[in-house]
Every structure is written in C-alpha cells, then in structure tokens.
C-alpha cells in the first residue's frame, strides 16, 4: 500500500516550452503533497507544499508564477514548469502525506521525473 | 535554518562488512530524525526514525540513535547484504511546520 505515482518519469523540452509532471497517490487519500528538487550530488530541496483545494505554499526563493501547481482531488497534484530554460533541468520528486497523518512519517515519495530542457 | 550534513559516497563494501554512514545536523528545537532509503528506479521509503533524543530507530537491520549532545543521527548496520545497496538520506522534520530537510545522501554499493 501507499505507493506514489509520478508520470512522466522522464521528459526531454525545448526551451521555452512548458512541462506538466502528474503525481497520483494510487491506493490512498492525500490532503497534503509536496514537491522537491533534486540536483546531482545534492540533497532534495522542498519546492512547495499544496492542500487540497487551496493555493500551493512555496519556499522562499522558488518563484510561483514559474512552477505552477495545482492539487484538484485527494489523488492528484501537477507541477507545470512554465516556459522551462536549462537551468530548470532537474530531478523532480513529488510526496504525499496521508489524511489524517500529522507527520513526516506518514508521508510517500514518488519515484520521480527526470527533466531535462534543451 | 535547518540543516543535515551526511558522508558523502559511494561507501562501497564487502558482503557481511559492517556499516556506518554518519549524519549530523542542525536545527532549532526538537526535531523528529529520519532515515529514507531509495532503490534504483524507487522513491525513497522510511527506513527509520526516532523523535526525541536518545531514541533508537530500527528496521531490517539497521539502527540509528537520536544523540542530541552531539547533534547526530549515524546509520549502522552489523552486517549489509548486496541487496542494501541503494541511496541512503537523512532528514529531519521542523516541529513547526511539519517540513523534510534532507542530507545530500549517500550511495551505497555492497559487493559480493
């Protein structure tokens, strides 16, 4: 139980275009998802946190209008880079937390997408 | 802010070779401390955790004590088996905001 999906797992772009990543919890209900980055050799740095139904959080230093994200049902959360250049290239992870669950440990991980952006 | 430093890798060993991957960290408060652990094409799974000083976390093997006095979280295993090889990460948790502050991870090969 509790696995997290991430589609696609790899993606190649075009600068300038934009990226959606899906991110599904596939046999349980997620109130709260969170999304990181990745880059080589370094450690997951949290991007946003979103609810359900309302506006994502973003950490300070990641810029909203650029990583759109949208968390719609209890199951699904997109992250959409918009107008990617390479510097968005990147591993992105995705997390859900459980209902209910009231701390890190209740939380699951996507295997994460591969962006890379041309 | 919060911060995790962990060894860096590869750690590479023998079958049956004793582990230690090191991790300390920094934080204000009394944060919970974890273990996550990612195979090759996984996402990264709870390996263990401990959410006050002098805790111990364990599973599959694996050991970690929460030592507020030196402010860390090591990772030891008696004895690895090829199939532990994978990444390993250690995290806290702020108590306020529920967030996951991540180390930078350590590869781990075991040889057979």
């Known amino acids: 139980g509790a696995v997290v999906s991430q589609h696609p797992s790899w993606v190649i772009c075009k600068s300038g275009t934009s990226v959606k990543i899906e991110c599904r919890s596939l046999d349980f209900q997620a109130t709260t998802m969170f999304w990181y980055r990745q880059f080589p050799k370094q450690s997951l740095m949290l991007m946003a946190t979103?609810?359900?139904?309302?506006?994502?959080?973003?950490e300070q230093g990641v810029e909203k209008d650029k990583f759109l994200i949208n968390h719609a049902s209890l199951t699904l959360s997109t992250l959409t880079v918009t107008s990617a250049h390479p510097e968005d290239s990147s591993f992105y992870i995705c997390?859900?937390?459980?209902?209910?669950?009231?701390?890190?440990?209740?939380?699951?991980f996507g295997p994460g997408t591969r962006l890379t952006v041309t | 802010g919060d911060s995790v430093t962990q060894m860096e890798g590869p750690v590479t060993l023998s079958e049956e070779a004793f582990l230690t991957i090191n991790c300390t960290y920094t934080?204000?408060?009394?944060?919970?401390l974890f273990w996550y652990v990612q195979y090759p094409g996984e996402g990264l799974q709870l390996l263990l955790k401990a959410t006050k000083a002098d805790d111990k976390g364990s599973n599959k093997g694996f050991e970690a004590t929460y030592r507020k006095e030196t402010t860390s979280f090591h990772l030891e295993k008696g004895s690895v088996q090829v199939s532990d090889s994978a990444v390993y990460f250690c995290a806290l948790e702020d108590t306020g905001r529920r967030a996951l502050t991540f180390g930078s991870g350590t590869r781990l090969q075991v040889q057979p």
């Open positions: 997390s859900a937390r459980v209902v209910g669950g009231r701390s890190s440990y209740e939380q699951y």
């Open positions: 934080a204000t408060g009394y944060p919970s």
């Open positions: 979103s609810n359900e139904g309302s506006k994502a959080t973003y």
